[in-house]
């Protein structure tokens, strides 16, 4: 069993340096993996030896933060300068550092690494430097800020159930507020539809997307209506401020990308990668719903996934998935921590939940030819990669193969045909073959056209009819 600096060794599988007896279950980490048993000899060679020192138990304190224990007796590599009791410890001592820092974010004093940023800025985690960053755009919007401050946290926060909604929220109200301050307009009561008209044009001209989030502008001056913060009607009027979306066709992966995808995985990737390949590629999930996949969620009998709220479409639902999940399943369960401290089906190198931008980077890392924040190049791969894509590719596979259409959106959980119709693609043959099937059907099914006879017919008719 692996963790990102340690790994756990079941008894037997490690054998001691001197004797080469089996050894009972123990953790290794860089600097501690040179083991001995319990024999005197074993131990007297262990502290003979010239180049690696032996540490005493109960001698040296454990250098981690926070950490009271001693390191465990043993050998050591002379490099090692991190004498820790863990491989817990180990990551602890070597990530976080020991040099004291203080979070932009909220304040708080941590122990951190080294090394300096750009910014000269410091938090204590991803989630505060996210935060921080929330924090600093919301200061865009001026005096209105309290304003757009007590809607995020009251209304939109659980109005939007997926942060992807709650981040155009966020921006859209930023931007506005921006261009009512450059208007010198300080009360929202003075925004009037020509007002909102103006607004966008203010955002093409800046390159912003308000056009496409103006419903949210649209839900904000209703909810100042309904807390009686605006007395004149809603500003957004959607015959007017509506623009018409375009039609985006949809984009699912060839056959021989995927092909070329499964071959690189099968070289490079991990288990991991693998399972997240197969679960976008059968079941067609987004990133942000493969996280937050419990173990209770996957069904092996009836293979199918349930998907948990929050999700885009606000439906919980069950996703099916077939062999090639079911294999990979089987692949990475075997290499889970069960000691990660949650039951979600993925975890991080570090035994933490994983996270959308972590899990595209992983794939990123495998799948690109030159990867994001690395050095080194592949000699193969891609030049991007999505794995929304691989949504594409599954309602295409399935449409392009017969499936109808309420099978293709029970699969994808779209609530209606126009949705689905942005992901599947028939392919020219499939449509071929299903035109030419139809057109033989309609011909076979065609009767033999009716003609009326006359009276000197009909008579000729009878009179040569049997008797």
């Known amino acids: 069993m692996h963790t990102y600096f340690g790994h756990t060794h079941q008894a037997g599988e490690k054998l001691c340096r001197h004797c080469k007896s089996a050894l009972p279950a123990v953790e290794t980490w860089p600097g501690h993996t040179f083991l001995y048993c319990d024999n005197p000899e074993c131990r007297a060679a262990a502290q003979a030896h010239p180049r690696r020192p032996y540490i005493l138990a109960n001698t040296v304190p454990c250098t981690a933060p926070g950490c009271t224990n001693f390191v465990p007796e043993g050998s050591y590599s002379p490099r090692s300068n991190l004498p820790v009791c863990s491989a817990a410890c180990y990551h602890r001592r070597a990530i976080k550092g020991s040099t004291p820092r203080v979070c932009a974010c909220c304040g708080m ?12 800025l410091y938090f204590y985690s991803p989630v505060h430097a996210g935060r921080y960053r929330v924090q600093q755009t919301l200061k865009r919007c001026g005096i209105f800020l309290p304003l757009v401050t007590e809607y995020l946290e009251s209304f939109a ?21 921006e261009f009512l301050i450059e208007e010198g307009i300080t009360d929202m009561e003075q925004v009037s539809p020509k007002i909102i008209t103006r607004f966008l044009a203010w955002g093409k001209d800046k390159n912003r ?16 209506q309904i807390e009686g913060r605006r007395r004149a009607g809603n500003p957004v009027i959607p015959e007017l401020h509506s623009i018409p979306g375009s039609h985006r066709e949809p984009r699912p992966y060839e056959e021989d990308q995927m092909a070329f995808f499964w071959k690189v995985l099968a070289e490079r990737g991990t288990a991991m990668t693998r399972l997240v390949m197969a679960i976008g590629e ?109 949504r594409h590719t599954m309602a295409s596979r399935l449409t392009s193969n017969g499936a109808d259409a309420a099978t293709v959106m029970a699969a994808g959980g779209w609530v209606t045909a126009q949705a689905m119709a942005g992901y599947a693609r028939v392919n020219d043959t499939a449509a071929r073959r299903g035109y030419d099937q139809a057109m033989e059907r309609v011909l076979s099914a065609k009767a033999p056209a009716l003609r009326s006879l006359s009276f000197s017919e009909y008579i000729e008719q009878f009179h040569h009819t049997p008797k």
């Open 157 to 177: 926060k659980f109005h939007y159930l997926d942060q992807g909604g709650l981040r155009s929220v966020q921006c859209v109200l930023v931007c506005l507020c």
């Open 109 to 120: 004093k941590y122990l951190g690494p080294k090394r300096t940023t750009k910014t000269g």
């Open 282 to 390: 059968e079941s067609g999930l987004r990133l942000g719903e493969i996280t937050r996949i419990h173990l209770e969620d996957v069904d092996t009998v009836k293979q199918r996934i349930r998907v948990r709220l929050p999700n885009k479409g606000s439906r919980e639902r069950y996703a099916f998935f077939h062999e090639k999940t079911a294999k990979y399943l089987k692949e990475w369960l075997a290499v889970r921590d069960p000691s990660c401290g949650h039951d979600l089906l993925l975890h991080n190198t570090h035994g933490g939940p994983s996270k959308v931008q972590s899990l595209h980077d992983a794939m990123c890392t495998v799948l690109l030819k030159q990867p994001p924040r690395r050095k080194d190049v592949h000699e193969e791969g891609m030049e991007s990669w999505s794995t929304h894509r691989l």
């Open 209 to 224: 997307s308000t056009h496409k989030h103006i419903p949210y502008v649209s839900t904000f001056m209703k909810w100042l």
